[in-house]
């Protein structure tokens, strides 16, 4: 096989780019359903409410909605579409809802609790802060598999690939019986050193398939964890495998189910799957567990394709929806678009649920704060809490009018005099402005005893508080100061609370945009078609007792080239022969536990200065991370594993730059109401401005309004508030 270029670092020809013009990218939300369509050169998007009991059919009334704002049919738009991008949340609910088929797990014998034994901090292990401190009511998640339905079978390969002990036929099949007589309707096999020897899992997997053939109705699925994650750490491996099984049922039926619809409609293209590695990929090349927290990823590639245009190298990323708040970090983004992306942080240690899994995830944080977030005063602490539980869309806040009746934050907004009643959504959802009242006066406002616009400020200050605290946390414990970022704010209740969030970072700016409410479809119409594969190959780059560095690069080198021979296969698969190729590495110094991820500078290794150039790489990200005083060159340096990236790039939607005009925004002035700014400043009639007429170079000092159909933006009385060269809102504080 011919190798490729060795730098991992390169720009891309714009005749190397995937040609798709005609695209609709959809995000569902836990509230919102969000639709961003690019038409025939035009831009249009829409959002409609979540249907958790049938996600297809939100799917599809946002698509409607889209279609008839382009005043085409559905048939229309879909046969003239070129892709249509889908990030899921079925993934998420069906963990939610415990509802996946009963499972086998075939493993090595001795080792048939490793999934349940887990890792020490598997009872917090993706709990939010609250629950994470109250140790004595610590519990395991609920596992996804019976105990009864877990076998071991003798067998062993040694750490070097070597069978140490035979597998046995017999017993597999004896095994293989009780599971189904058991109930199981799937099976997983992942047995110990697989990742290096994966014999005994394939013939597992023969047994199994002699036993029930596919042409049989008792024929299941079978995942072998060599196959889904083939790298060492069995309880990620395992559990990345089950992972994939659990899903694997209840995600293909309805994706299957959603893709004969668009077919049905006129689509006759392949239905790509968004995935947390910040691409998209067809959804017969996707697994389940590669699409879990693919919206919020989404966020983060648009905010680089956004901060790219606007030559902005550090961003903080915020998406405040109506159930959660989201948030990551763009860092050192390199504003020449060269293929690095390493300017995107990895989940050290990434969770599905509350399970640890293997697979490489961009990083995003998320806690139980958004529009839909309950409010309740705490008799025993005295103290006003604000999520992490939510009202969802259904009931939804008070305001809704649907059942509802706690105070949320929505409700607070509307109290507040920030959101019109009569104009969310464009007017589409009318709010019961009495109900909101009555919620938050029953629910805080009596309890305390204090004034009801007084009980409304104090949710959204706490919940202010507890988006900002979260994302100073995140920001500094990577090393960085929030000061040199913009925050980037968006989701359709980002631009109202931006403006109090933001000031517990105080970046260089804050920033909103004509979209905000449909971001992450924005970020999926911007993805690559991006692939990880992973191999837990070790070698010993440099041996500290001899002073040896390797040598021998074939080693290293074949890696890569397996690697790269299972890329393309896929990348044939989508008639394209432009691939980017990146390399990451897990290295680590001898005899320390903690292993660092890097960006390799070589994909291949070809002479003692790559040699060199990789470990200064790894010293680098090494201080960085630990200090410099934590390098212990003298242990030796170890590679662990192998991350290559595959990425072909596809057309990214061109942001429309405009001349900056003068900075009186009087003609999109609407009307003026009263808002509450603080017990300092009370109630003030405050100006209210129409996003759509204002007009780039327009300025607004606060307090100001300013209201688009899917979003409201707040400018408190500390704020100016100007329109960039892109239409972006620009909030600084004022001078």
Same mark, same amino acid.
């Given at each position: 096989?011919?190798?490729?270029?060795?730098?991992?670092?390169?720009?891309?020809?714009?005749?190397?780019?995937?040609?798709?013009?005609?695209?609709?990218?959809?995000?569902?939300?836990?509230?919102?359903?969000?639709?961003?369509?690019?038409?025939?050169?035009?831009?249009?998007?829409?959002?409609?409410?979540?249907?958790?009991?049938?996600?297809?059919?939100?799917?599809?009334?946002?698509?409607?909605?889209?279609?008839?704002?382009l005043g085409i049919s559905v048939e229309q738009l879909l046969g003239s579409t070129d892709i249509v991008r889908y990030a899921t949340t079925l993934a998420m609910n069906a963990l939610i809802e415990r509802n996946g088929p009963p499972l086998g797990l075939i493993t090595t014998q001795g080792f048939e609790d490793t999934i349940y034994i887990g890792r020490g901090a598997q009872w917090h292990d993706g709990l939010p802060m609250e629950r994470k401190r109250m140790v004595a009511r610590g519990q395991r998640p609920q596992p996804l598999i019976d105990r009864a339905r877990v076998v071991g079978?003798?067998?062993?390969?040694?750490?070097?690939?070597?069978?140490?002990?035979?597998?046995?036929?017999?017993?597999?099949?004896?095994?293989?019986?009780?599971?189904?007589?058991?109930?199981?309707?799937?099976?997983? +096999?992942?047995?110990?050193?697989?990742?290096?020897?994966?014999?005994?899992?394939?013939?597992?997997?023969?047994?199994?398939?002699?036993?029930? *053939?596919?042409?049989?109705?008792?024929?299941?699925?079978?995942?072998?964890?060599?196959?889904?994650?083939?790298?060492?750490?069995? &309880?990620?491996?395992?559990?990345?495998?089950?992972?994939?099984?659990?899903?694997?049922?209840?995600?293909?039926?309805?994706?299957?189910?959603?893709?004969?619809?668009?077919?049905?409609?006129?689509?006759?293209?392949?239905?790509?799957?968004?995935?947390?590695?910040?691409?998209?990929? *067809?959804?017969?090349?996707?697994?389940?567990?590669?699409?879990?927290?693919?919206?919020?990823?989404?966020?983060?590639?648009?905010?680089?394709?956004?901060?790219?245009?606007?030559?902005?190298?550090?961003?903080?990323?915020?998406?405040?929806?109506?159930?959660?708040?989201?948030?990551?970090?763009?860092?050192?983004?390199?504003?020449?678009?060269?293929?690095?992306?390493?300017?995107?942080?990895?989940?050290?240690?990434?969770?599905?649920?509350?399970?640890?899994?293997?697979?490489?995830?961009?990083?995003?944080?998320?806690?139980?704060?958004?529009?839909?977030?309950?409010?309740?005063?705490?008799?025993?602490?005295?103290?006003?809490?604000?999520?992490?539980?939510?009202?969802?869309?259904?009931?939804?806040?008070?305001?809704?009018?649907?059942?509802?009746?706690?105070?949320?934050?929505?409700?607070?907004?509307?109290?507040?005099? &920030?959101?019109?009643?009569?104009?969310?959504?464009?007017?589409?959802?009318?709010?019961?402005?009495?109900?909101?009242?009555?919620?938050?006066?029953?629910?805080?406002?009596?309890?305390?005893?204090?004034?009801?616009?007084?009980?409304?400020?104090?949710?959204?200050?706490?919940?202010?508080?507890?988006?900002?605290?979260?994302?100073?946390?995140?920001?500094?414990?990577?090393?960085?100061? *929030?000061?040199?970022?913009?925050?980037?704010?968006?989701?359709?209740?980002?631009?109202?609370?931006?403006?109090?969030?933001?000031?517990?970072?105080?970046?260089?700016?804050?920033?909103?945009?004509?979209?905000?409410?449909?971001?992450?479809?924005?970020?999926?119409?911007?993805?690559?078609?991006?692939?990880?594969?992973?191999?837990?190959?070790?070698?010993?780059?440099?041996?500290?007792?001899?002073?040896?560095?390797?040598?021998?690069?074939?080693?290293?080198?074949?890696?890569?080239?397996?690697?790269?021979?299972?890329?393309?296969?896929?990348?044939?698969?989508?008639?394209?022969?432009?691939? +980017?190729?990146?390399?990451?590495?897990?290295?680590?110094?001898?005899?320390?536990?903690?292993?660092?991820?890097?960006?390799?500078?070589?994909?291949?290794?070809?002479?003692?200065?790559?040699?060199?150039?990789?470990?200064?790489?790894?010293?680098?990200?090494?201080?960085?991370?630990?200090?410099?005083?934590?390098?212990?060159?003298?242990?030796?340096?170890?590679?662990?594993?192998?991350?290559?990236?595959?990425?072909?790039?596809?057309?990214?939607?061109?942001?429309?730059?405009?001349?900056?005009?003068?900075?009186?925004?009087?003609?999109?002035?609407?009307?003026?109401?009263?808002?509450?700014?603080?017990?300092?400043?009370?109630?003030?009639?405050?100006?209210?401005?129409?996003?759509?007429?204002?007009?780039?170079?327009?300025?607004?000092?606060?307090?100001?309004?300013?209201?688009?159909?899917?979003?409201?933006?707040?400018?408190?009385?500390?704020?100016?508030?100007?329109?960039?060269?892109?239409?972006?809102? +620009?909030?600084?504080?004022?001078?």
């Amino acid at each position: 096989m011919t190798k490729a270029a060795n730098s991992t670092n390169g720009s891309t020809n714009v005749a190397d780019v995937f040609d798709i013009r005609d695209t609709i990218s959809i995000d569902i939300g836990g509230t919102f359903t969000d639709c961003y369509v690019v038409y025939d050169g035009r831009t249009v998007t829409a959002k409609a409410p979540t249907t958790r009991h049938r996600l297809a059919s939100g799917f599809g009334q946002a698509i409607s909605q889209c279609a008839a704002e382009l005043g085409i049919s559905v048939e229309q738009l879909l046969g003239s579409t070129d892709i249509v991008r889908y990030a899921t949340t079925l993934a998420m609910n069906a963990l939610i809802e415990r509802n996946g088929p009963p499972l086998g797990l075939i493993t090595t014998q001795g080792f048939e609790d490793t999934i349940y034994i887990g890792r020490g901090a598997q009872w917090h292990d993706g709990l939010p802060m609250e629950r994470k401190r109250m140790v004595a009511r610590g519990q395991r998640p609920q596992p996804l598999i019976d105990r009864a339905r877990v076998v071991g079978v003798r067998e062993r390969v040694d750490d070097s690939g070597r069978v140490i002990t035979p597998l046995d036929p017999d017993q597999v099949r004896e095994k293989i019986r009780t599971l189904v007589d058991r109930g199981a309707m799937g099976f997983v +096999v992942a047995l110990m050193q697989s990742h290096r020897n994966p014999v005994h899992e394939r013939m597992i997997k023969e047994i199994i398939s002699e036993e029930y *053939p596919q042409s049989y109705l008792g024929s299941q699925p079978i995942l072998l964890s060599s196959e889904v994650l083939c790298k060492g750490g069995e &309880y990620q491996r395992d559990m990345t495998t089950v992972l994939a099984a659990y899903l694997h049922r209840t995600m293909a039926e309805e994706l299957t189910e959603l893709g004969n619809s668009l077919h049905d409609q006129g689509y006759r293209r392949r239905l790509f799957i968004a995935n947390s590695a910040g691409g998209a990929n *067809p959804l017969e090349r996707t697994s389940a567990v590669e699409t879990y927290n693919a919206g919020p990823v989404a966020g983060v590639i648009g905010s680089t394709h956004v901060a790219r245009s606007q030559g902005i190298s550090n961003v903080i990323v915020s998406d405040m929806g109506g159930t959660s708040f989201d948030l990551g970090t763009v860092v050192n983004l390199d504003l020449e678009g060269s293929a690095d992306d390493s300017h995107h942080f990895y989940s050290h240690m990434p969770l599905i649920d509350r399970f640890r899994v293997g697979i490489s995830m961009i990083e995003t944080k998320s806690i139980g704060a958004g529009g839909g977030s309950i409010a309740r005063y705490n008799e025993l602490l005295d103290s006003v809490e604000v999520g992490p539980a939510s009202a969802g869309s259904n009931p939804g806040p008070a305001a809704f009018d649907l059942g509802g009746d706690d105070p949320t934050v929505t409700d607070a907004d509307v109290v507040l005099g &920030y959101v019109d009643p009569d104009y969310f959504l464009g007017g589409s959802i009318p709010l019961n402005k009495e109900a909101a009242e009555d919620a938050v006066r029953r629910g805080l406002a009596e309890p305390l005893g204090i004034e009801l616009e007084e009980a409304a400020m104090l949710i959204k200050d706490v919940i202010d508080a507890k988006m900002g605290n979260e994302i100073f946390k995140e920001v500094n414990l990577k090393g960085y100061d *929030p000061a040199d970022f913009s925050l980037f704010a968006f989701g359709g209740a980002g631009g109202t609370h931006v403006a109090g969030y933001g000031g517990y970072v105080e970046p260089r700016e804050m920033r909103t945009f004509p979209f905000a409410s449909v971001f992450s479809a924005f970020g999926i119409a911007n993805t690559d078609f991006v692939r990880s594969y992973e191999r837990g190959d070790s070698l010993l780059l440099y041996h500290g007792a001899t002073g040896q560095w390797l040598e021998n690069y074939g080693e290293f080198n074949k890696v890569v080239e397996e690697m790269q021979f299972e890329a393309l296969k896929d990348a044939k698969e989508l008639d394209s022969e432009h691939v +980017v190729w990146s390399l990451d590495l897990h290295m680590r110094y001898g005899m320390q536990p903690h292993v660092t991820r890097i960006r390799s500078p070589r994909l291949f290794i070809e002479s003692p200065a790559d040699v060199e150039e990789l470990y200064q790489a790894f010293e680098r990200e090494y201080a960085r991370v630990y200090s410099e005083s934590a390098i212990f060159f003298a242990g030796g340096v170890e590679i662990l594993g192998f991350v290559l990236w595959s990425q072909i790039r596809t057309q990214k939607v061109e942001l429309t730059r405009h001349s900056l005009g003068t900075a009186d925004p009087s003609a999109a002035h609407k009307s003026d109401r009263p808002a509450f700014w603080g017990i300092q400043h009370g109630w003030l009639q405050t100006p209210v401005y129409d996003l759509a007429s204002l007009r780039p170079g327009n300025e607004i000092a606060g307090p100001a309004i300013v209201e688009a159909t899917d979003t409201t933006i707040v400018v408190d009385p500390r704020r100016r508030f100007q329109l960039d060269e892109l239409a972006n809102g +620009v909030m600084t504080g004022k001078e």
